[in-house]
């Protein structure tokens, strides 16, 4: 039976800390030469390495075609100034950006800034999603043709199409609208890991891909049902919620043979569910839990980027795609369109042909 | 001859820039940043510089639609650019009042990494509670604590930045102070420049201690070659004090440049360009920013108003105040009176922000007076053109000033800071 859903495949580029360009641009280009839908970089207040929106965008004018989504956080951080950065992560990336949402739960970072207590994860994610939710709405506070350059009045914008969110949050208010116009994609793709039970809801309500770890392929499909479901009470289409596995992958031993327990799944290891053994193995199980059409795809995080990420794009990805089962090329430019996901219409445009604009 | 320093500004979002002019492009596609930096680059420029908005300017309670609207988040652009210029110092102004040393440090010290040494922080502050509205903070502080909450966020970014040996060891900080009370490890070792360039803008006289005691270069108005000398023999003179000499603060005013193939020609483009950045609208709007007033029933093209202005108006929002408005319309009314001036043509002469005018050698030979007679260690030019606007003055007035040994031919070293021949910030582990 041949998969449901298109296949998607992200990988994760971050590892032990590095602060230099190169080593991220190379990542990258690796992975845009698989033609995967995006990387990721992973990035924490608690530990060290560099700001991973600033990686990326440093990245961004050296690759063409690869989603970047780094991951920012949103405990200690504005929501206004991550809704700008994202979008402007947009812009110089010509519609590649994406960001995952992620909370800081420790005292240690707590500490850091000094502003405000660890919290409980349910709080924290619950404005996690309010964040994600006002950050949207900024994305949205400019119409796409709100720019008019009209000479002849002298008004460089409309400003009838440029709108305040008036965000009300339990933690922040924002007033709006955006400093920056609206990005290439409308909005930005939203990532969340959705695994754990308090990040579920503002995953299901504002994701647009969840990452999820699961230790059979009906335990991902029992989790991508039950997010589609949620999103589906909230109003949304499930089909525009995108549902990616989060394996972490060490190919080390690619030469020997697979490890025994192979055919029975990979086994639950710390974070993410972590599979060992050769490309073509990786390449079977994606393709046995994808068959049934529960999950969208993968996302891998290398043990060793600089090792498994040439063996995942030049083995694995290889053998998807000579298997006709993953895209050779990239027949879109923006990362919305890789994931198949269309181009938001703007909430307050909406707004105004329905004339109920205030 | 001096050497003198050159950056570049990304046109702004107020009526200096022209966006009705047909060259006129962008003032987001990256491209047009990918422009002028390039062009900025080939001119040996030592940095190209971002403003911040935080929130868009209001004008009687509506957004403003006269100037170009919209920009993008500084550090992430410049970030970005880094990875289309090699040499070029990259400047972003962050405003210490909405947000944390932590979170910013980091965000500094990448940059500087990701460019190898080039990155700069120009130090603003704001206080206003219309700003505040899109933030956690909201906006409470008065002007004074405005400015030590602004060197407290510096003195302890300066902490994080040393809290890494030179040689790769992370230490752990603890920082107690009046604003800040923060503790743990820096994510980030010590980065390519040490500390990366601090700049900040403003006249005022805290604003001129707390760059003598902080800064590595102040970003100041132009004034004329007089008063450019007053206030370069003021700042330089503070240095003393904070153990520092004259040349580890730079004075690099904010300029525009009007080049033409001879003296009159020049100005005529400039004349023109003055039009262009008055338009009837805007003289109307540039008025109404002095009255506080509503003024929009006014011919621009007719007298001045016989009312006075309102002191106390909030009609402007989101832009520095005007400081005297009685003074500035008796000033204005009295310049519309003598000469016969309509409102545009008064909002025109007396608005001019052109600072040097003529062709490349009048230009190249002014510039370099400011320099040698102690105005100036060097100028921001403010182009009003994206993204040609900087073209002009690389092809044509930087060989001049090359030829007469007051401007680098090649880069020297690789950071901002050997650029600015500033010394690595001395290590306090």
Known sequence: MSPTRPLHLAAEIGGPPRYDAGSHVALARLAEGGALDYVTLNDSFARPGPDALAVLARVAPATTRIGLVPTVTTTHTEPFHVSSAVATLDWVSKGRAGWQADVSSTEAEARLFGRRPAAPAAA??????????????LWDSWEDDAEIRDAATGRFIDRDKLHYVDFEGSTFSVRGPAIVPRPPQGRPVTVIDGTSGPAREPAARHADVVHVRATSPEHAASLADDLRRRAAAHGRDPDSLRVLVALTVDLGDAETAPEPGLESGPQLAGRGTY???????????????????????????????????????????????????????????????????????????LADTSGDRS | MKQMHLAAHFPGVNSTTVWTDPRSRSQIDFTSFEHLARTAERGKFDFFFLAEGLRLREHNGRIHDLDVVGRPESLTLLNALAAVTDRLGLAATVNATFNEPYELARRLATLDHLSAGRAAWNVVTSSDAFTGENFRRGGYLDRADRYTRAAEFVATARELWDSWTPDGASRPFAHSGRHFEISGEFGVPRSPQGHPVVIQAGDSD???????????????????????????????????????????????????????????????????????QVSPQNAVLALEQVWGRDLSSYDPDGPLPDVDPDPGSDLVQGRVRVADPLAVAAK???????????????????????????????????????????????????????????????DRVVPLLQEHGAFRSEYAGSTLRSHLGLAEPVWKG
């Open chain 2, 332 to 394: 204005w009314r009295a310049l519309s009176e003598a000469k016969g001036l309509s409102i545009r043509q008064t909002v025109i002469e007396s608005t001019a922000r052109q600072s040097f005018i003529g062709s490349p050698a009048t230009v190249a030979a002014e510039l370099e007076t400011f320099v040698d007679t102690e105005a100036a260690d060097g100028f921001i030019l403010v182009p009003h053109l994206t993204p040609g606007g900087l073209d002009d003055f690389v």
């Open chain 1, 275 to 349: 599979f060992r053994g050769g490309p073509v193995d990786l390449a079977e199980l994606v393709i046995q839990w994808h068959r049934g059409g529960a999950v969208d795809g993968f996302h891998l995080t290398p043990i060793t980027p600089e090792r498994d990420l040439e063996r995942i794009v030049n083995g694995t990805v290889a053998l998807l795609q000579h298997r006709s089962l993953f895209r050779t090329f990239y027949p879109g430019g923006t990362l919305r369109e890789h994931l198949g996901l269309g181009r938001p219409a703007n909430r307050y445009a």
């Open chain 2, 206 to 276: 805290e604003g001129r201690e707390f760059a003598a005691s902080a800064a590595d270069v102040i970003f100041t108005r132009h004034g004329t070659l007089e008063a450019g000398r007053t206030f370069y023999a003021d700042v330089k003179a503070r240095l003393e004090k904070y153990g520092r000499r004259p040349a580890d603060l730079k004075i690099m005013p904010g300029v525009t440049v009007v080049v033409g193939d001879t003296d009159a020609d020049a100005q005529e483009k400039a004349a023109e360009i003055r039009r262009q």
């Open chain 1, 124 to 137: 924290l994610w619950r404005e996690a999603g309010e964040a994600a939710d006002a950050g949207a709405r």
